[in-house]
Nanobody, 122 residues
């Protein structure tokens, strides 16, 4: 099973930017879709963004559309989440995950990282 390791989290001021990375270790990505989810304190984990193998098709939650961009580099076995114009409400633990083609629901992803904390201050 692919192990996914997130990095790039930290503290950022509202309106600022942050880029998260998720690298696969052990072997290459084996499924079509890579996604990002997040879980804020006291809330359920929610979908943020997903990207297909080709990198052409991206899906976004309405709450981040126009501010976040997901991308991937298959040669580096890495997926990224560029977060711009962040808001306090973006504070959460961010997880990357691997799933089959078209996956956007949590139960459609089979491999998960341990998460990286993003904290947005006002």
């Amino acid at each position: 099973q692919v192990q996914l390791v997130e990095s790039g989290g930290g503290l950022v001021q509202a309106g600022g930017s942050l880029r998260l990375s998720c690298a696969a270790s052990g072997r290459t990505f084996s499924r079509d879709t890579l996604g990002w989810f997040r879980q804020a304190p006291g809330k359920v984990r929610e979908f943020v963004a997903a990207i297909s193998w080709s990198g052409v098709t991206g899906y976004y939650a309405d709450s981040v559309k126009g501010r976040f961009t997901i991308s991937r580099d298959n040669a580096k076995n890495t997926v990224y989440l560029q977060m711009n114009r962040v808001k306090v409400d973006d504070t959460a633990v961010y997880y990357c995950a691997e799933g089959d083609r078209g996956a956007t629901r949590e139960n459609e992803f089979v491999s998960w990282g341990r998460g990286t904390q993003v904290t947005v201050s006002s």
